[in-house]
């Protein structure tokens, strides 16, 4: 599986941002959706996490309350909503797809074997 992410940008302090990840190519129902970041001189962190099928989602305490993960599959997208942004969400936003972990593992970025190419999101104050 291919993926494409997109919506990054320039937001101020508390305004809102919607990600997208377009995956191209062969999914199934085992895939985990998986949203991770890099700031500048961290490692990269996960965010959140949705199974493609099944309703289940999972979120980094960082991201709880906030942020919202969500999938199209008629379309083979699925979603970030960032709303509330403080400045340590500067990073760049990483989709993600694993099928080998069954969502046991949904927050290694080591059983992710599908990354997009980042998306770059600065909040400012």
């Known amino acids: 599986v291919q993926l494409q992410a997109s919506g990054g940008g320039l937001v101020q302090v508390g305004g809102s941002l919607r990600l997208s990840c377009v995956a191209s190519?062969?999914?199934?129902?085992?895939?985990?959706l998986g949203w991770f970041r890099q700031a500048p001189g961290k490692e990269r962190e996960f965010v959140a996490a949705i199974q493609f099928s099944g309703r289940t989602t999972r979120y980094a305490p960082s991201a709880k309350g906030r942020f919202t993960v969500s999938r199209d599959n008629a379309e083979n997208t699925f979603f970030l909503q960032m709303n509330s942004l403080k400045p340590e969400d500067t990073a760049v936003y990483y989709c993600?797809?694993?099928?080998?972990?069954?969502?046991?593992?949904?927050?290694?970025?080591?059983?992710?074997?599908?990354w997009g190419q980042g998306t770059l999101v600065t909040v400012s104050s």
């Open positions: 190519g062969s999914t199934n129902s085992n895939y985990v």
């Open positions: 993600a797809a694993e099928s080998r972990s069954g969502f046991s593992y949904y927050s290694v970025s080591d059983y992710y074997d599908a």
